[in-house]
């Protein structure tokens, strides 16, 4: 029960690796705020039971925002970790990415972040202490045509991790980055379903042959959010497999 008497809020709780994060919070002992615009997050947080809250949130709204917080606060009486996990993607190279398709990755995938952190930062700070995870890509590394907004985006979420790990950590609050290579969610398959041989070339490229799971993103942000990382901060650790160490 690694996570015992902490609160989570997670964005992107609704499914994929936001979902497997928030059972296994749940699971070590976590009260957790599942913060999604889709609705799933009311299916993931009836699951959890009394131990979860349930709360739309449009990420890239400040009042959806403050509303997450304030919940873990009115229904949990605090907030000790923040996962910034929501995210999408279009594929499109630049010459074809409209102006308002750039913003709206920026805005889902970078901006969400910096507002969700600005919110819980009084509260953190009140605490004395709390932890920030910041969900990037190998994106955050890589270049790719198919996905310039969103690599910029995951590029700008490990330079906004350096930033907030820099300003807060004598409030003792840890910021980091996880950076997950390519694992098996609804965003991943639809990228198979657009990218031919996708599937294969991954499989290829990554030496543990396979392509991670959702839990394998979990079991990290478990380590980041638990006191074990208390001497961790501005850190970009990769969860791919080995993928990025391939020349």
């Not at 976590?30 to 699951?47: E, L, P, R, Y």
């Not at 920030?132 to 690599?151: C, D, E, L, R, V």
């Amino acid at each position: 029960m690694r996570l015992a008497n902490k609160v989570a809020a997670i964005t992107g709780a609704g499914s994929g690796m936001g979902k497997a994060m928030a059972e296994m919070f749940s699971a070590e002992g976590a009260k957790v705020v599942c913060a999604d615009i889709s609705g799933k997050q009311n299916d993931v947080a009836a699951a959890i039971g009394s131990a979860a809250a349930a709360v739309h949130a449009d990420v890239s709204e400040p009042a959806d925002v403050q509303n997450m917080v304030s919940a873990a606060e009115e229904k949990f009486g605090r907030l000790d970790i923040l996962v910034n996990n929501a995210g999408m993607n279009i594929r499109k190279p630049v010459e074809n990415l409209a102006l308002a398709e750039w913003r709206q990755v920026i805005d889902v995938n970078l901006t969400s972040a910096f507002l969700a952190s600005r919110a819980c930062y009084p509260v953190m700070k009140k605490q004395r202490g709390g932890k920030i995870i910041n969900i990037g890509s190998m994106m955050s590394i890589f270049g790719a045509s198919f996905a310039p907004a969103y690599a910029a985006s995951k590029g700008g979420m490990v330079q906004l991790t350096k930033a907030m790990a820099a300003g807060w950590a004598a409030d003792n609050i840890q910021v980091n980055a996880v950076l997950p290579g390519w694992i098996d969610t609804e965003l991943t398959q639809r990228a198979r379903q657009q990218i031919e041989g996708l599937h294969e070339s991954v499989e290829r490229r990554t030496p543990a042959k396979r392509w991670g799971v959702e839990q394998d993103m979990a079991g990290v942000a478990v380590f980041l959010a638990s006191p074990a990382s208390d001497f961790v901060t501005g850190a970009a650790i990769t969860v791919d497999g080995g993928y990025s160490i391939q020349g």
